[in-house]
């Protein structure tokens, strides 16, 4: 993935509580985003049209977009729009595929981003960067971080769960990227951003801590605000590196050798989960388990609908998802024998602890 724009500022406007959206419309014409509400509303299928609707009344200049499919073609495609006038910002209202096609589109305009977002699947709410598909294939594209970020519980609340419960599984892998990037550093000498590396952990300590549900809205809150610290501190660094380790680097390879198999967040954890276990952190190994069991996200290749052999098939295939990468699976090597054994010995841990 190409090296992000380093940045230390912080958005503008952080707000996440119910209701939130009532207020966007001011938020968008006080003066720091837009003096007239010049701006381009990008929504995709469903409740971003809803919030659309909403303020359109009071952004009778505002032209809003309507894009699908979290594709490369669709970003460039948004980005001939914005061209056809001048807006002082882009409005991305949505989930994560909506938002990354706001996010890189405005980037390559050169305007700022809100985000809006109505799931929280994953950190890709403030994060600098825009995951696309490209010809079939996912990439990871540095983009520049919104200017405010608005997270309305009532719409997160309406969303599917499942979608909103896949980003505590994004969250808690910060714990194991974390830990990737103190062992390049022990073996590599690769420098650590500790600001960047306090943002990531913060959020990951108060999700795993925290014993509400996606029922509360206090631990909805925590997560949301989590998520939104995992962007800064990728922002902050100039990486993704705070929160993308072998996790992602399994969910990556996931992604690319069974497609569709399940969620962003879903796969992150898993992989977290899997990479913590070959690190022998038996007390992180635990809490990690123990919040993923809790929300009812997988632990397991079956839990996603993969086999054995397939999960050690993209074990195996991980690290070439990014090469410039030292993980705890860089650091071990395994072969396919020995993942088959890690394997096997974690999926035991795994019943040993529902026992």
């Known amino acids: 993935m190409p090296l992000l724009a ?18 966007l419309a001011t938020i968008l014409v006080d003066g720091r985003i837009s003096a007239g509400g010049d701006v381009a509303v990008v929504v995709g299928p469903g409740q971003g049209e809803q919030i659309a609707e909403l303020i359109r009344p009071s952004l009778r200049t505002a032209d809003v977009f309507t894009v699908a499919g979290g594709t490369l073609d669709a970003a460039d495609d948004l980005g001939v729009k914005l061209r056809q006038r001048s807006y002082d910002a882009v409005v991305g ?7 990354d096609v ?9 305007l700022p981003m809100v985000t809006v977002a109505t799931a929280l699947a994953n950190d890709g709410i403030a994060s600098p ?9 996912k990439g990871s594209y540095g983009v520049h971080i919104p200017i405010a970020v ?11 769960e499942r979608h909103n419960r896949a980003g505590i599984g994004d969250v808690v892998s910060n714990i194991s ?27 990951a300590e108060a999700v795993l801590a925290h014993r509400g549900d996606m029922n509360d809205d206090a631990f909805v809150t925590v997560l949301a605000e989590a998520l939104i610290s995992s962007g800064l501190a990728m922002a902050v660094c100039g990486t993704s590196r705070p929160a993308s380790g072998g996790c992602h680097e399994i969910m990556h390879a ?5 497609p569709g198999t399940a969620s962003h967040g879903e796969l992150a954890g898993l992989g977290a989960l899997f990479c913590t276990f070959l690190r022998g952190d038996e007390r992180r190994f635990a809490e990690i388990s123990a919040c993923l069991h809790r929300h009812g996200l997988p632990r397991l290749p079956g839990d996603v609908g993969l086999t054995d052999e397939q999960f050690v098939e993209a074990v195996q ?16 090597a395994l072969s396919p024998t020995g993942t088959r054994e890690r394997l096997a010995d974690y999926a035991g841990a795994i019943r040993d602890q529902r026992g």
Do not use: C
């Not at 706001?102 to 050169?110: D, N, P, V």
């Not at 608005?150 to 997160?156: K, R, T």
């Open 102 to 110: 706001a996010k890189y589109a405005a980037t390559r305009r050169g």
């Open 177 to 203: 990227a974390l830990a990737d990037w103190e062992l390049a550093r022990q073996v590599r000498g690769e420098p650590v951003d500790g600001l960047a590396a306090s943002l990531a952990r913060m959020g």
């Open 254 to 258: 996931v992604d690319a050798l069974f």
């Open 6 to 23: 380093r940045t230390v500022l912080t958005p503008l406007h952080i707000d996440v509580r119910r209701g939130a959206v009532a207020d």
């Open 129 to 137: 960067v825009a995951s696309l598909l490209n010809e079939g294939v």
């Open 93 to 99: 209202i949505g989930g994560g595929r909506t938002i």
């Open 317 to 332: 295939f991980a690290p070439a998802t990014r090469p410039d990468r030292y993980t705890i699976l860089e650091h071990l």
């Open 150 to 160: 608005i997270v309305d519980l009532d719409f997160v609340e309406s969303g599917p």
